[in-house]
């Protein structure tokens, strides 16, 4: 086992303190990367704080990672060590069903996806992330960074941008198309990113005044502020697929009255308590609500790449983790533009 150290929470109500551990030792198949850079993202804080009620603790969050190959196993054929290279959401699955062999690993019909923390690997040892100097995964889960790219900005790509990028391109965001973004976080700025790029009229919905003229630059078509009176009425009826980017609990109805006959509201947001839809909502219009969840290697390479031809990466604020508590306090507000990621060189006792 490689002894190793970063942060981490001992339970929901614990401050993140600095925490030893394993990784095992890297396999023929294995990568080990020294981590420079992982984005803060809400689902560390959900989870740390066992908002979605699946804790293990200790847990060392982290799935944004960027970091440097120091170590490859024999068997190693698409890294060499000093390469640049990145993990996301997900560091293992079943590799042998339908959804592992259609590119869609997230989505294990074996239930074997492994998740890059918060879990249990096929060996059963807990998973560890990327608030922590290093990480072993296998080949096939860890992804090439285009060299033109800002690595510290490329970090939240790996779930902020894989998350968005995902569903913006199953229902075909792109020309001609009027396309939603609710909230304006790590998320909902990468998707606005994304659908401008994608040539689709964009419209960013935000509870945040202060946001307005960020999301004009970002690729906004145009602003609506949910929080003044009928800023609905205007427009409903003329979406084709708003994708719902909130962390907290909040009113759907409102929304799907927004989209067009056969529209889609598809949540990628995961707040603590269910969704509440009446059935009126979506049988008039025949209208589907969906949900997403990150994407598989293939397409989140493909995103990299995309990012790499589009120079897109994601707006950054640099933290450390001396401040990682005030941090996540600010992520909660909804006070970051638009996403927090951690220097690892800021980790003491390395
Ligand atoms: P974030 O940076 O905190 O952004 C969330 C945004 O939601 C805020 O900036 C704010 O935007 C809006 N918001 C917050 N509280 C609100 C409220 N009470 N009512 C209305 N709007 C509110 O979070 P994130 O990292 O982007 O993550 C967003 C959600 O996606 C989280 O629940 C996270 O766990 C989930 N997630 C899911 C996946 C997946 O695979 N499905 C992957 C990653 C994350 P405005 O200020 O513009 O209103
Ligand atoms: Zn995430
Ligand atoms: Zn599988």
Request: hydrophobic content about 40%.
């Amino acid at each position: 086992m490689i002894k190793t150290h970063g942060y981490a929470t001992h339970s929901a109500t614990t401050a993140l303190a600095p925490f030893d551990y394993e990784h095992r030792e890297p396999g023929p198949k294995d990568v080990f990367i020294a981590i420079e850079f992982c984005g803060i993202c809400h689902s560390d804080i959900h989870q740390a704080r066992n908002e979605w009620g699946n804790a293990i603790y200790p847990m060392v969050p982290g799935h944004e990672i960027v970091g440097i190959v120091k170590q490859v196993g024999s068997e190693v054929t698409k890294f060499k060590v000093g390469d640049r290279a990145a993990i996301g959401c997900l560091v293992d699955s079943c590799r042998v069903c339908a959804s592992c062999k259609a590119g869609e690993e997230q989505y294990c019909d074996n239930n074997a996806a492994v998740w890059t923390y918060n879990a249990k690997d096929r060996n059963g040892n807990v998973t560890y992330g990327g608030y922590g100097e290093n990480i072993v995964a296998d080949e096939g889960f860890v992804l090439k960074v285009p060299a033109n790219l800002d690595p510290a900005a490329t970090a939240p790509l790996l779930c902020a941008g894989i998350t968005t990028y995902s569903p913006l391109k199953h229902w075909k965001a792109g020309p001609g198309k009027k396309i939603g973004v609710i909230g304006l976080g790590g998320l909902g700025h990468m998707a606005l990113k994304f659908s401008h790029a994608f040539g689709a009229t964009t419209v960013q919905f935000t509870t945040s005044k202060s946001k307005v003229e960020d999301a004009k630059r970002l690729g906004a078509d145009e602003v609506i502020l949910t929080r003044e009176p009928n800023w609905h009425a205007p427009h409903a009826g003329t979406f084709d697929f708003i994708l719902d980017c909130v962390s907290a609990e909040h009113d759907i109805t409102p929304y799907l009255a927004l989209l067009k006959r056969d529209g889609t509201l598809c949540t990628v947001g995961i707040p603590s308590s269910p969704v509440a839809i009446h059935a009126f909502s979506v049988a008039i219009g025949r209208k589907s609500f969906a949900g997403s969840a990150i994407g598989g290697l293939k397409e989140t390479q493909e995103m990299l790449d995309f990012c790499s031809e589009h120079n897109i990466v994601s707006d950054i604020e640099m933290t450390s983790f001396d401040k990682i508590e005030e941090a996540w306090e600010r992520v909660v507000k909804g006070d970051v533009k638009y996403r927090f990621v951690l220097d690892l060189k800021t980790l003491k006792g390395k």
